[in-house]
């Protein structure tokens, strides 16, 4: 039964990819994905791992980013795989052996040997658990949760999700909640220890100057929300520090900030590295030093929720005791904004009146915390 449904998944896998042909030969013209496309569709620069460890598999790098501690655990042994180009760039930092994940239908002749695959997160790929399963390796499951949004997909197609799990020696879930729907979708052995991303300190960069006014950063910005942001933002309410979401929306972002500064007779420029946040508006337009300017910030405006986009990381301004200020739309965040007490989900017609009132609100506090060590012993136990 079981080679059945894998002949048959691969199959229709198959005829994914041969329709999807066109599409991936045109879209890898673009800059932002002539390394992925290639590596994941076509093995470009992509080859197999060179020896046999632990391998890691996360999907960008805020899951790279929070797995670093059990990749420096297992540095000399540990072999990453990523889905997104900046969980490559970032994983580049961690290990010497990092590759894309390929597209399923490669995984039967492209996986080798590992002592241990270990998954963070919503990364249930058929093909990945079954290969590596049945090239002898053990497989974890780690800071796992199904959210509420996605509960009732996964329940259409539990059958599917049973036979991933058939695959999963162990499941780490975030919480009990967690640990309850991840059994009803076949999950079994699953031990909660909480949210691994508050088990270690945010990384930081640089040490940025306190400014000594009150300093706004919009952070992770999507399409629509910076011009939300701007349109309830005055000169009174503090500095405004803009860091958009994606790299391809800088010039565009750059283009609405200097037009709203302009009509506004406010001063504004972009981010030079020199330590400078001189004028009313600062667009920062260079990844990986969220943290350092939440360290210097006072109000956290997050994005990704006033549009429907899920939210984002709400622990790192937590941890630096940023007011945080964000949409409704949190459902890809739900786990981790329940580690927090005091914060403010927001209509958008609401803003300015919360950026007036700013000092009234409260500052956030950290309150659920996970473990690294229940991983790290699992891991040891089959090395």
Partial sequence: ??????????????????????????????????????????????????????WFHSCSMGEVRAIKPLIDEFKDISNLSVITNTGFEEAKKLSNSVRFLPFEIFL????TKQKVLVVMEAELWYMLFLMAKTKGAKTFLINARISDKSYKSYLRFRFFY????????????????????????????????????????????EKFKKLGTKVITAASTHEGEEELILNSYKKEFGKLIIVPRHPERFEKVFELV????????????????????????????CMGILNDIYEISDIAILGGAFSKIGGHNP?????????????????NQKSLFSCIENYYLIEEFELKSYLKNIENLKKPVLTKE????????????WL
């Fill in 258 to 285: 200097q037009k709203f500064a302009q009509e506004n007779s406010y001063s504004f420029h972009r981010f030079s590295k020199q330590d400078d946040f001189s004028s009313d508006i600062v667009l920062v337009d």
């Fill in 1 to 54: 039964m079981n080679l059945f449904f894998s002949i048959f998944y691969n199959l229709i896998l198959l005829i994914v990819y041969i329709l999807a042909l066109p599409v991936l030969i045109y879209k890898q013209r673009n800059p932002k994905y002539k390394d992925a496309i290639p590596a994941k569709f076509f093995l470009k620069n992509n080859p197999k791992f060179s020896f046999s460890g632990v």
């Fill in 315 to 331: 622990i790192e301004p937590a941890f630096f005791g940023n007011v945080i200020i964000s949409g409704k739309h949190i459902f």
């Fill in 162 to 205: 049973k036979k991933i799990f058939a695959n999963i020696d162990k499941v780490f879930a975030q919480s009990e909640v967690d640990k309850i729907r991840l059994i009803e979708l076949g999950a079994k052995n699953v031990e909660v220890i909480g949210n691994i991303k508050l088990a270690q300190l945010p990384q930081k960069k």
């Fill in 370 to 381: 996970g473990s690294f060590e229940p991983i790290i012993k699992e891991i040891k136990r």
């Fill in 108 to 111: 039967p002749f492209w996986t």
